[in-house]
T-cell receptor, first 111, second 114 residues
Framework: QKEVEQDPGPLSVPEGAIVSLNCTYS??????FMWYRQYSRKGPELLMY????GNKEDGRFTAQVDKSSKYISLFIRDSQPSDSATYLC???????????FGSGTQLTVLP | NAGVMQNPRHLVRRRGQEARLRCSPM?????VYWYRQLPEEGLKFMVY????????ESGMPKERFSAEFPKEGPSILRIQQVVRGDSAAYFC????????????FGQGTRLTVV
């Protein structure tokens, strides 16, 4: 079993839809949770960073962390074609200083 | 993030040759991480370095791979005697402190072994 599980998709939605992306994890030591966006053949770009449980909002993006369920989510409101990319969850904590990534969800927002 | 510079962007090597990948972190960042991304997969941690020190190399293959971050100059990921299975995108990330805070990635080096 992978430490971080992420549905690879692909996920296709119409413009303006609300998108929900999710990851589950098994390591209870994880405390820091990130979402990265990666366009094709580019480097990952940090979107959201959350510490421990709770919600964080930034514009059209909302990150949620539920440590009791070991489940994190990223919501995108009013999705745009420019949001089409692969979204990677990542996390760290405990003795590990590196990030552990999910495999990524490929999102396409159709105009 | 344009602040982390990786070069070359594309590298083609024949089997048995050496590959050298370079990473210049963002200004002021002294922590560097290397990750490898295979097609359709997420990023896998390889090594974490600070200036002149390897802090964690638990993700590095035991043979043929090495990394350094000298006092002056970029961090280097070196792959000796490359094989086809080394073909991947290699990403470098840098941060101000340990990676529990925000990390910024470069655009990657895409290595193709022919």
């Amino acid at each position: 079993q992978k430490e971080v599980e992420q549905d690879p998709g692909p996920l296709s939605v119409p413009e303006g839809a609300i998108v929900s992306l999710n990851c589950t994890y098994s390591n209870s030591a994880f405390q820091y949770f990130m979402w990265y966006r990666q366009y094709s053949r580019k480097g990952p770009e940090l979107l959201m960073y959350t510490y421990s449980s709770g919600n964080k909002e930034d514009g059209r993006f909302t990150a949620q962390v539920d440590k009791s369920s070991k489940y994190i989510s990223l919501f995108i409101r009013d999705s745009q074609p420019s949001d089409s990319a692969t979204y990677l969850c990542a996390m760290s904590g405990g003795s590990a200083r590196q990030l552990t990534f999910g495999s990524g969800t490929q999102l396409t927002v159709l105009p | 993030n344009a602040g982390v510079m990786q070069n070359p962007r594309h590298l083609v090597r024949r089997r048995g040759q050496e590959a050298r990948l370079r990473c210049s972190p963002m200004k002021g960042h002294s922590h560097v991480y290397w990750y490898r991304q295979l097609p359709e997969e997420g990023l896998k941690f390889m090594v974490y370095l600070q200036k002149e020190n390897i802090i964690d190399e638990s993700g590095m293959p035991k043979e043929r791979f090495s990394a350094e971050f000298p006092k002056e100059g970029p961090s280097i990921l070196r792959i000796q005697q490359v094989v086809r299975g080394d073909s991947a995108a290699y990403f470098c990330a840098s941060s101000l402190g340990q990676l529990n805070t925000e990390a910024f990635f470069g655009q990657g080096t895409r290595l193709t072994v022919v």
